[in-house]
C-alpha cells in the first residue's frame, strides 16, 4: 500500500532548486534566502490588486519574507487573524512558525481551518511556507515532545504529506 511521503522537520532551511527559464511575464516573484515564491498575477485581474491574506499566526517567523511581496505593484498583502478578516482574497498564505502544533490549535479555535479548507475546495490558492506548509499536511507527529505534549494531531489535510518532529528543534 501506498503511503504519504514523510516529511522530517528540522532547523534549516529548504533548498529550492532555481529553475533556468521561467516566463516572468505574468508573475510576482518573492526572494529570502534560499526560497523563493512565486505568483500567478492573472491578466483578467489588471483592474483590481492581487488580493493575499498571510495568516497572521501568534508564533509567526519570518514575517519579513512578505515584504517583497508587500511593495509590489497590484499586489495587496493583508495580514489576518480571524475569518472575517479573512473575507475572499485570491491567495492564502500560511507563514513560517516554530511552533506548529500549537499553531494548529490556535487556527482551529478560530474557525481559520475550516475556512481555509473551504477556499481550497473552491479553487483558490493556499500557499504553505516552512511550518506552515507542515500545517497543510495529513497529520503532525511530535512522539518525542520536541514542540508539544501531544503525541500526533491531525493537519489541515490539503496535501499528502505527513511531518514528524524529532530530536532537539
Known amino acids: 500500500?501506498?503511503?504519504?511521503?514523510?516529511?522530517?522537520?528540522?532547523?534549516?532551511?529548504?533548498?529550492?532548486s532555481k529553475r533556468s527559464a521561467v516566463d516572468?511575464?505574468?508573475?510576482?516573484?518573492?526572494?529570502?534566502n534560499?526560497?523563493?515564491i512565486f505568483f500567478i498575477l492573472a491578466p483578467h485581474r489588471a483592474s483590481r490588486p492581487t488580493s493575499l491574506a498571510v495568516i497572521h499566526l501568534p508564533r509567526i517567523a519570518n514575517f519579513d519574507d512578505f515584504d517583497p511581496l508587500e511593495a509590489e505593484p497590484g499586489v495587496r498583502v493583508r495580514y489576518v487573524s480571524t475569518v472575517e478578516e479573512l473575507g475572499a482574497p485570491d491567495a492564502v498564505i500560511l507563514p513560517g512558525t516554530k511552533s506548529t502544533i500549537a499553531e494548529l490549535t490556535w487556527l482551529r479555535e478560530r474557525g481559520l481551518d475550516r475556512a481555509i479548507r473551504a477556499m481550497a475546495r473552491k479553487g483558490k490558492a493556499v500557499v504553505g511556507i516552512c511550518g506552515g506548509y507542515q500545517l497543510l499536511g495529513q497529520t503532525i507527529r511530535d512522539p518525542d515532545h520536541v514542540e508539544a505534549q501531544v503525541d500526533e494531531m491531525a493537519g489541515l489535510g490539503l496535501l499528502p504529506v505527513e511531518t514528524t518532529f524529532g530530536g532537539d528543534k
Do not use: G, I, M
Request: proline share 7%; glycine share 0%; hydrophobic share 25%.
Open 34 to 36: 534560499n526560497t523563493r
Open 1 to 16: 500500500s501506498a503511503s504519504a511521503p514523510l516529511v522530517k522537520a528540522n532547523t534549516s532551511r529548504p533548498r529550492v
Open 24 to 32: 516572468r511575464r505574468n508573475f510576482s516573484s518573492s526572494s529570502t
